[in-house]
């Protein structure tokens, strides 16, 4: 989900595409989430749009993606995709700032609002 559509910008969108490239090391944190099930891109697209989570508007600032992503781990942990326990080790992740090379600090996570 990314923001910049709509009028304003602050509606999200969701751009699926095949990457040859599992992977990206463009990033200063990550997590794993472990699945419990064998899941496929459909599996997880409809429970996107099975639990409304592709209709999403982002906050004035365009904030609010590290609180659809905790939303839509939440989702997949209660329908038994992935391990118990994981939205909240995603939470206690976008809950924090990260620096880049080293360090975080508590933040604030920003909620758009699903419609």
Known sequence: MSPGYGSNGQRGKIHLSSNPDALTDQFIRSVSIPTTTQATVRTITDSIDSN????????????????????????????????????????????????????????????????
Not at 76 to 88: H, I, W
């Open 52 to 115: 409304g989570r592709d209709r999403y508007r982002f906050t004035a600032e365009w904030e609010g993606c590290k609180f659809w992503i905790f939303t839509l781990i939440s989702d997949l942990e209660a329908a038994g995709f992935v391990a118990s326990g994981s939205a909240n080790a995603v939470w206690g992740e976008v809950s924090q700032y990260w620096r880049n090379p080293a360090g975080s600090e508590p933040r604030e996570v920003s909620r758009g609002v699903f419609y």
